[in-house]
Nanobody
């Protein structure tokens, strides 16, 4: 599986962005996809996950502000981010794990990663 993210950018605090991740390659009937972020000098943090039966989970820090979704026909994963805060500034990575249904907290250990897209929130 190959993942390509897009949609990052710079936005003011309180603004919104939508990240996209297009998957290509082999398909799997059981899987989890998610978003992981990493800010400079900080550890990778699982943000959100969604599995093949559309179960979702979110980190407490983004719950109620971020929404993860997928379009299976387009093989695209989304992360709608609203009410953005400066602390959301990070590189955001799309991640994929086959054969499992996992929560957001397991996403930093996933086997397949995209190249990342930068999100910068200014105050």
């Amino acid at each position: 599986v190959h993942l390509v993210e897009s949609g990052g950018g710079s936005v003011q605090s309180g603004g919104s962005l939508r990240l996209s991740c297009v998957a290509s390659g082999a398909g799997y009937s059981t899987y989890t996809m998610g978003w992981v972020r990493q800010a400079p000098g900080k550890e990778r943090e699982g943000v959100a996950s969604i599995d093949d039966i559309d179960r979702t989970s979110y980190a407490n820090s983004v719950k109620g502000r971020f929404t993860i979704s997928q379009d299976n026909a387009k093989r695209t994963l989304y992360l709608q981010m609203s009410s953005l805060k400066p602390e959301d500034t990070a590189m955001y990575y799309c991640v994929f794990n086959r054969y499992t249904r996992d929560g957001y907290d397991q996403t930093p250990a996933f086997e397949t990663w995209g190249q990342g897209t930068q999100v910068t929130v200014t105050s």
